[in-house]
Antibody, heavy 120, light 106 residues
């Protein structure tokens, strides 16, 4: 059974860089889109961005140039980098996978989520 | 694209028919998904393409609509259905979610 597993990022200070990794086990890595989504009481569910099955990245403009998503097919994992974090970036971060070889953008499979707290 | 869900909260009994509405600020054809989230858990995909049930989802769930107005219906509410439900538009980047509808036991 395919699973997505995220590592804890824990506590960050303002201006630091958030790095999260999502490992894919039990199934194929290629041919899927890989997405990061976050959730906070203030903003609800917020789509951060994705790398689609063709390898192109799309990001939420609200995060400007602070965000990047990378895929490592040799290690079956993908990563999120968010630079210059502030308290507004405090949220639960989820990784997710889209449907196989499809242009549909829904998130079919989700990681367990990891809480990221930004505080001085 | 903004998504407005209504109601934001509803109280219902086991066996009730429940309908949740999601309105988009502009037409999105059928590019809409519905998710269910229980406390402390990640969202779970229920419906995509507005009306296609994800594999393994009970048939009491159904989705309908196109353009700007969509509905998620639970035909007979079961104890495991008490959760928060979200819609997501899949038409235009950035993808966006509705504010959620929390379904609680009456």
């Amino acid at each position: 059974q395919v699973q997505l597993h995220q590592w804890d990022a824990g506590l960050l200070k303002p201006s630091e860089t958030l790095s999260l990794t999502c490992a894919v086990s039990g199934g194929s890595f290629s041919g899927f889109s890989w997405t990061w989504i976050r959730q906070s009481p203030e903003k609800g569910l917020e789509w951060i961005g994705e790398v689609n099955h063709g390898g192109a990245a799309n990001y939420n403009p609200s995060l400007n140039s602070r965000v990047s998503i990378s895929v490592d097919t040799s290690k079956n994992h993908f990563s999120l980098t968010l630079r210059s974090v502030t308290a507004a970036d405090t949220a639960i971060y989820y990784c997710a996978r889209g449907p196989e070889r499809s242009t549909w953008k829904y998130s079919q499979l989700w990681g367990q989520g990891t809480l990221v707290t930004v505080s001085s | 694209i903004q998504l407005t869900q209504s109601p934001s909260f509803l109280s219902a009994s086991i066996g009730d028919r429940v309908t949740i509405t999601c309105r988009a600020s502009q037409a999105i054809s059928s590019y809409l998904a519905w998710y269910q989230q229980k406390p402390g858990k990640a969202p779970k995909l229920l419906v995509y393409a507005a009306s296609t049930l994800q594999s393994g989802v009970p048939s009491r769930f159904s989705g309908s609509g196109s353009g700007t107005e969509f509905t998620l219906t639970i035909s007979s509410l079961q104890p495991e259905d008490f959760a928060t439900y979200y819609c997501q538009q899949l038409d235009t980047y950035p993808l966006t979610f509705g504010g959620g509808t929390k379904v609680e036991i009456k």
